[in-house]
C-alpha cells in the first residue's frame, strides 16, 4: 500500500515538473514584419529614411555612451527624415527593445501609449524573458511617434538596445534601425597595495572590479581542491 503510494507520489512529481517545464518552454515570438505582415518580401536595402532618437526626461538626447539611471524615464521618438520640403512619412511600425543578456531585464513601455499604438508581450529572438514591444493598432499615416520607456530598476543591467521596423507602404519597409543604449560603468574605488599581476577583474557588464583578474579564481579552485581532498582523506580514515 505503501509503496503504491509512494509510485503515485514519484508520478505526480514528475508530472509536475513535466507541466512546469512546458510552461516555460512556450515562447511567443515577437512580431516581425516579414514573418506577420509581408512574407516573402525583402526589407529594402537603401538607408532607411527613418530615425530612432532617445531623449531623457529633460529632453537631452542620448547618444551611444550615457549612464542609464535605475527607472529613469526616457523618451524614445521614431521619425521620418526631411527630403527636402517633405518629411518621410509610414503607416506602420514595430519597436522591439531586448537587453544584450538574454537572462537581464528590458525596461518598460510607459503606459497609457499614445492613440494607434498597441503593446504586446513576447520572447524576442527566442529570450527566455518576455519583452515588451509596441507596434501600431491601426493603419493611419504617421511622421512622428513617440513613446515613453522606463530603464530596468536593476543598474547596470546589460546594454539595452531598441530596434524599429518601419513600414512605408505595402511591402516596402525598413529594418534593423536601431540605437543602443550603454551603461557607463562606476570607478571602483579600490587600493589593491601589492597590485595585480594581470590587472583588475571585469564583471560581466565590462566593468572593472575590485578584483585581481586570473588569480584570486584559481586560488579558488585550488583551495577547494584541496578541502575536497582532505574530506575524502577522513572519510577513508
Ligand atoms: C537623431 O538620431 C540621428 C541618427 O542617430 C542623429 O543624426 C540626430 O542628430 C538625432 N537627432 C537628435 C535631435 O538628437
Ligand atoms: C520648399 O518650399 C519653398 C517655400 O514654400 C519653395 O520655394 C521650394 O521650392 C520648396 N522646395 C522643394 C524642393 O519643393
Ligand atoms: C499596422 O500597419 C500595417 C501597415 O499599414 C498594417 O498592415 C497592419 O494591419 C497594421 N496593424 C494593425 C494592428 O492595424
Ligand atoms: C544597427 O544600425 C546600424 C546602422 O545604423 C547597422 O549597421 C546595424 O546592422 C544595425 N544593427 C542591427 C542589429 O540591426
Request: glycine share 8%; with cysteine.
Amino acid at each position: 500500500m505503501s509503496r503504491l503510494l509512494g509510485t503515485c507520489l514519484l508520478w505526480s512529481i514528475v508530472a509536475a515538473l513535466y507541466i512546469q517545464r512546458a510552461k516555460a518552454d512556450i515562447h511567443i515570438p515577437c512580431p516581425s514584419v516579414p514573418r506577420d505582415f509581408y512574407p516573402g518580401v525583402a526589407p529594402q536595402n537603401s538607408s532607411p529614411p527613418y530615425v530612432l532618437n532617445v531623449t531623457d526626461k529633460d529632453g537631452r538626447p542620448l547618444h551611444d555612451f550615457h549612464f542609464i539611471g535605475s527607472e529613469a524615464i526616457h523618451t524614445i521618438s521614431l521619425s521620418g527624415k526631411q527630403t527636402g520640403n517633405d518629411t518621410e512619412k509610414f503607416v506602420g511600425f514595430i519597436i522591439n527593445i531586448y537587453n544584450d543578456f538574454t537572462d537581464e531585464p528590458s525596461g518598460d513601455f510607459v503606459t497609457p501609449l499614445p492613440q494607434g499604438v498597441k503593446e504586446e508581450e513576447c520572447h524576442y529572438e527566442g529570450r527566455s524573458y518576455i519583452n515588451e514591444v509596441v507596434m501600431n493598432s491601426t493603419a493611419k499615416e504617421w511622421t512622428n511617434l513617440q513613446v515613453q520607456w522606463k530603464s530596468p530598476k536593476k543598474s547596470p543591467a546589460g546594454n539595452i538596445h531598441i530596434r524599429a521596423s518601419v513600414i512605408k507602404e505595402y511591402g516596402v519597409y525598413w529594418d534593423g534601425i536601431n540605437v543602443t543604449l550603454k551603461y557607463m560603468c562606476p570607478t571602483p574605488g579600490c587600493y589593491l597595495p601589492d597590485g595585480c599581476p594581470h590587472g583588475l577583474a571585469r564583471n560581466k557588464y565590462g566593468c572593472i572590479t575590485c578584483e585581481c583578474a586570473g588569480v584570486a579564481a584559481i586560488t579558488v579552485q585550488f583551495s577547494s581542491l584541496l578541502f575536497i581532498a582532505i574530506a575524502l582523506l577522513y572519510n577513508f580514515m
